[in-house]
């Protein structure tokens, strides 16, 4: 199952067609665009949120870790970049093959249920009537889909990469800070920072807390196009949730520090994280934890990288 902001579990699938696996990729025929990075300092952080932080949930329980200095990408990965990686390789992405569910989990303005599967909707058209921009970052793919882009960008670069675990996340997005987002705790505040669930969205998505300023946009917004946190990371809160690498578990008992082992099984758990275009102020919060199974996507599910080496 998963439950990001606006939308409905799907209901599982039947167990033969978990069998399925993803294409391989074809031989390379283009270069990839390497994505400039923030070196992360090693430090030590309490992640998760204290009892007092407004719109907290049970899953947040505070705990402090320690975390190694690492490389992140200051940018989630843009339409373009995916692009490249899909003219190299031939890939057809799990909303185009209609992987367990037909298209992707979009937003339809012309009908009464905006938000459904809709099998018009992919990385190419994400959702209703949206041209997607070079600059935008991608959305309706799979985790299985970012593990293909990833393997593609590691032979075509020569350098390695990967997602960054959901400890790496929330300590890159935090930045040094302890507030409940790393403008402050004022949601309000959120639109020179992020692309969130604003007053110009009011009618349309049901939320009780919206955030009271106007970000300029409904959907996508360009990448890098706000301010960035303390260390030169755009949008680690609002665009699109990001994959992580990391398996969701209720409580934290350590796979917050690791990535799955090993080829994700169709309904493993990942860990997602950020917020989204559509999300709501409790949503938008540094600790905020949410998860999505290996097989969906969804019009405001992304992913940004970590560079090894």
Avoid at 22 to 32: E, V
Avoid at 121 to 134: R, T
Avoid at 198 to 212: G, S
């Amino acid at each position: 199952m998963f439950l990001l902001s606006g939308f409905i579990a799907p209901a599982p699938m039947q167990a033969a067609q978990l069998g399925r696996t993803l294409k391989a990729p074809l031989p390379q025929r283009g270069a990839a665009l390497i994505p400039e990075t923030a070196t992360i300092p090693s430090g030590c952080f309490f992640m998760g949120s204290p009892k007092t932080e407004q719109g907290r949930t049970d899953n947040e329980t505070l705990h402090r870790l320690c975390v190694k200095s690492f490389k992140l990408a200051k940018n989630e990965v843009t339409v373009e970049e995916f692009q490249k990686f899909i003219d190299a390789t031939g890939h057809v992405t799990d909303a185009e093959r209609n992987v367990e569910e037909k298209g992707c989990w979009s937003y339809d303005h012309t009908v009464g249920q905006h938000w459904s599967w809709w099998g018009w909707a992919n990385w190419k058209s994400p959702v209703k009537d949206l041209a997607p921009k070079p600059d935008y970052p991608v959305g309706c793919v799979s985790f299985q889909d970012v593990q293909a882009y990833i393997a593609w960008l590691n032979k075509t670069s020569g350098q390695q990469y990967r997602l960054p675990t959901e400890a790496e996340w929330e300590y890159a997005a935090r930045a040094g800070t302890v507030s409940a987002r790393y403008w402050g705790n004022n949601p309000d505040i959120a639109c020179r920072n992020a692309n969130v669930a604003d007053r110009k969205q009011i009618k349309t998505l049901a939320w009780a807390q919206l955030h009271q300023c106007d970000d300029g946009r409904f959907f996508y917004g360009v990448t890098g196009a706000l301010l960035p946190n303390q260390w030169g990371l755009h949008d680690m809160l609002g665009n699109v949730w990001e994959w992580t690498c990391s398996r969701y578990e209720e409580h934290y008992s350590g796979f917050e520090e690791a990535c799955l082992k090993g080829r994700a099984d169709f309904d493993d758990l990942l860990v997602v994280r950020g917020g989204g275009w559509n999300a709501d102020a409790p949503r938008v919060r540094a600790a905020y934890r949410n998860w999505s199974t290996a097989w969906a996507r969804q019009a405001n599910l992304g992913f940004r990288l970590v560079r090894e080496r």
